[in-house]
């Protein structure tokens, strides 16, 4: 590869090579594993172990008795009835029956809807979000977002009572108390005992205080504690199905841990026995219910996902179970269900706003920390969030600038050396290693680094991949429009296609794709005019040289489907870049200043060691040896 890699007249040429190389490599890499699996045969067979789900829920409902007749019944069966509920609710008989009542608590932001049975919350509705739907024709339209909506989700407390009962609390109908913003359920337990949830809205906020306890529970439960049973079928809130299952999971965080989460891409179950937990939540792609302990912690934690396929009515299901000790008589917690908002998760104070996928790599601090605070600050003074995106890449662009600059004086320099490399040429001909050798004796000679263009390119990388997780996670982007693109956090499309593209691309064409393939493919061309390419000979140079065309058609695949937020930055990028260059070389850079520069640094004194000198010995030694052997050939084919 030195041989090779000095052989080139114009080193600029093979430091963009490389440079575009290890740029594409590596995000075909971070997308294979970033990206979405395909639709798979198991998850076929998974939803029909799912259909099982809400079998259960039927046949706790038929465990349920109804509500009681309106017509006079006698004593006998009014005997007969509390018989059978004291036998199958024991002390809670009292709630075994009754009628389901509504109850609504709602602010500014958004209406919570419970039901007494089960004590439990029944939807959520927030005001200011929509979901997205597509139909057949690839038409969108909208529709409210609901959370916690679907009639097959479950949400309630496994009670083991000191009779020997085993129930649910959804199998309960408790007595609604609402009081302003609060609401609380009640179930009898007789003899002044009862089992109590209390809800508390949030002026101005997704946040309820919430706490499940009661009174004189310790002589009606088997043990001081409650477990807690959560079903939740996610519903489709998001035109890219497929990103949005991948980025919805269970999430937990140990009391002395960072945060953690079951599998997005499969189906996972995380068991932690009696690893203390802090909160637990069910999330979407933007959008979450969490429960945080206050006065205890979860314990015998149990997380699972479950995958579906597009052709489901259903995203995705998580379950939860999870042991709430009662030990000062009431478990205190808050419940936030709402968007993913990183302020408001983030005021918790329990790390919570590690629901929202940025990544927990150093490119996720990238997003917490840097990218995510600047974007929101340009968002104060900037109402289009297709505009901020500009103004990113523009800061982006100008803090590199110095970098691009040494760049583009990179490879002036190696412009300016381009006749002394094909003197070079002519004098060794097809001598490879000689030339290899005397092309790294004359950088050595005018001090100019080959690397020198690379260097840019490299650093821009973090902040590349960073954005990469970056768009699709921040809810500051779902539903922007810009241009043509209708929401940023997805896909931007312009024609619809009655097939599918091969690589996951989907069955659109992806307008800011094309655009940043066109001036990637551009850019190279300029590149390459640039510099002298007739010195490429050898096969490997051909195909590398090529590639750079190559890889932008490659990767056009996998950025259709994507956020059109990412691929509009790297459109703006490419732009920037072929403006700056330009402008660099055409009113920046004075080639007489870089030729005279390059020649006073020939008359300078040679420092003696150094990288350099011991790399040309071990080129002078392979030289030699390769020499031996050609010498050794020839002496048997003489004999």
């Not at 650093?459 to 970056?470: G, N, S, T, V």
Request: proline letters at 5%.
């Amino acid at each position: 590869m030195e041989e090779e890699f000095f052989m080139e007249d114009k080193q600029s040429q093979l430091n963009t090579i490389i440079g575009m190389g290890l740029i594409f490599l590596l995000l075909y890499l971070w997308m294979q594993y970033s990206a979405p699996p395909p639709p798979t045969p198991d998850q076929t067979d998974t939803q029909t172990s799912q259909n099982a789900e809400p079998s259960q829920n039927q046949q706790l409902a038929s465990l349920t008795p109804t509500p009681p007749s309106e017509h006079p019944s006698s004593p006998a069966s009014d005997s007969l009835r509390q018989a059978a509920l004291a036998g199958q609710f024991g002390a809670f008989a009292a709630a075994g029956a009754g009628q389901e009542q509504l109850v609504v608590l709602e602010n500014d932001l958004t209406r919570i809807t419970f039901t007494s049975k089960g004590g439990r919350i029944k939807e959520v509705f927030l005001k200011n979000y929509e979901k997205i739907s597509t139909d057949s024709a690839g038409n969108e339209f909208k529709n409210p977002v609901r959370l916690l909506e679907d009639s097959k989700n479950r949400f309630g407390y496994d009670l083991t009572l000191s009779g020997g009962q085993k129930l649910n609390t959804e199998e309960l109908y408790f007595t609604a108390n609402k009081n302003g913003t609060s609401v609380t359920f009640r179930a009898d337990a007789g003899e002044g005992r009862y089992l109590e949830q209390k809800y508390t809205l949030s002026p101005d906020d997704y946040r309820l205080d919430y706490s499940v306890g009661g009174n004189g529970l310790q002589n009606v439960l088997a043990q001081n504690a409650l477990r807690l049973q959560w079903v939740n079928y996610l519903d489709k809130l998001e035109k890219n199905q497929q990103y949005e299952r991948s980025m919805s999971t269970v999430y937990f965080k140990p009391t002395e841990e960072s945060a953690d989460y079951c599998d997005c891409r499969s189906n996972d179950t995380e068991s932690l026995g009696e690893k203390p937990i802090k909160w637990l939540a069910h999330s979407n792609q933007f959008f979450n219910t969490s429960l945080v302990a206050n006065n205890f912690s979860f314990r015998e934690f149990v997380g699972e996902t479950i995958m579906f396929t597009d052709a489901d009515p259903d995203l995705k299901l998580l379950k939860t179970t999870a042991l709430v000790p009662l030990d000062n008589g009431t478990a205190s917690m808050a419940i936030y269900t709402g968007p993913n908002e990183f302020e408001r998760l983030r005021a918790f104070g329990v790390n919570l706003e590690d629901i929202i996928p940025f990544g927990s790599s150093i490119f996720g601090s990238i997003n917490r920390w840097v990218i995510h605070p600047m974007l929101d600050f340009l968002a104060r003074f900037i109402s289009n969030q297709g505009i901020v995106i500009l103004m990113l890449t523009l800061l982006v662009k100008l803090l590199l600038y110095p970098l691009t600059y040494r760049m583009v004086l990179s490879q002036s320099k190696m412009a300016a050396l381009k006749p002394r490399l094909e003197a070079l040429k002519k004098k060794h001909g097809d001598d490879q290693q000689a030339m290899s050798m005397e092309t790294m004796k004359m950088y050595s000679e005018y001090r100019v680094n080959p690397l020198g263009g690379c260097l840019p390119i490299l650093l821009q990388m973090p902040i590349w991949f960073a954005l990469y997780r970056f768009f699709p996670a921040a809810i500051e982007f779902r539903q922007e429009s810009f241009l043509w693109a209708t929401d940023l956090s997805s896909y931007d499309s312009i024609v619809n296609l009655p097939f599918h593209l091969p690589f996951g691309a989907g069955a659109h064409i992806s307008a800011f794709t094309m655009i940043w393939v066109v001036t990637t493919l551009w850019y190279t061309w300029y590149s390459m005019k640039q510099m002298d390419t007739s010195t490429m000979q050898t096969d490997q140079m051909k195909v590398m040289k090529y590639m750079q065309y190559f890889m932008p058609v490659m990767f056009m695949f996998f950025f259709n489907s994507f956020a059109s937020g990412l691929t509009l930055y790297l459109c703006f990028s490419n732009i920037l870049n072929i403006g700056q260059t330009v402008v660099t070389k055409q009113f920046l850079i004075d080639n007489e200043k870089i030729k005279a520069e390059l020649e006073a640094n020939k008359n300078k004194p040679k420092k003696g060691g150094g990288w350099r000198e011991r790399l040309e010995q071990a080129m002078k030694e392979q030289q030699r040896v390769q020499a031996e052997r050609e010498k050794q050939q020839q002496q048997k084919k003489k004999k």
